[in-house]
């Protein structure tokens, strides 16, 4: 899941349901595994799929229509719950960027350590992109991390992201926090060294 960030453009999958919730995410029945691999395939799993395990041809993850790796989400994404699990499933599924008017604070933060670029927007242009696609699934958004900027290729106007200067390091470089670490080894001892 370590991939380094740079400039992504993409089609979008559209989830304008405000408020989405970490357990709409990955239910809890869910939570007993430790490793990340396979999450994916259970991400949204009780709106993806009937109780026998056939997909529901309404949820928009089983429209073909709909596909790319940036996520558009309603107002408040990742409330609830602080498990970690929803930002696996998200990233096992394959999204890279999830795109929201606001995000939980424990839930964006789960997403920077897992390589999810969460990119906070104006309701407006949230609403504007869900327009966009909905008018055009085609429509691709580009992501730009070193400038911060998200564009609507559709109608050409661009907004700009806040994200802490850290997570943007690390990621633009394809660090997690153990590897920032061991990077700046030499700095760290020789810190010890000094202040003993």
């Known amino acids: 899941m370590k991939q380094k960030f740079d400039v992504i453009t993409s089609t979008c999958v559209p989830l304008p349901l405000e408020n989405v919730d970490t357990d709409q995410i990955i239910p809890a029945r869910f939570l007993k595994a430790t490793d990340k691999a396979g999450f994916g395939d259970n991400l949204f799993r009780d709106w993806r799929y ?3 395990g056939s997909p529901k041809k309404d949820f928009v993850l089983n429209d073909p229509k709909y596909c790319g790796c940036i996520l558009v989400a309603g107002k408040n994404f990742g409330s609830g719950s602080s498990r970690e699990h929803a930002a696996w499933a998200i990233a096992g599924y394959g999204f890279r960027v999830v795109i929201s008017s606001f995000f939980a604070d424990i839930h964006k933060n789960n997403e920077l350590n897992n390589f999810v ?3 906070v927007v104006t309701e407006q ?7 966009s696609i909905a008018a055009d699934p085609k429509t691709e958004v580009e992501v730009d991390l070193p400038h911060q900027t998200v564009t609507n290729k559709a109608t050409g106007r661009s907004e700009k992201f806040g994200i802490n200067a850290y997570k943007k390091h690390c990621l633009m470089n394809g660090l997690d926090d153990i590897d ?4 700046n080894k030499d700095m760290i001892e020789a810190w010890e060294r000094r202040n003993k």
């Open 50 to 52: 009937n109780a026998d």
């Open 117 to 119: 670029l969460p990119v």
């Open 125 to 131: 242009f949230l609403q504007e992109l869900f327009k």
């Open 180 to 183: 920032y670490l061991i990077q």
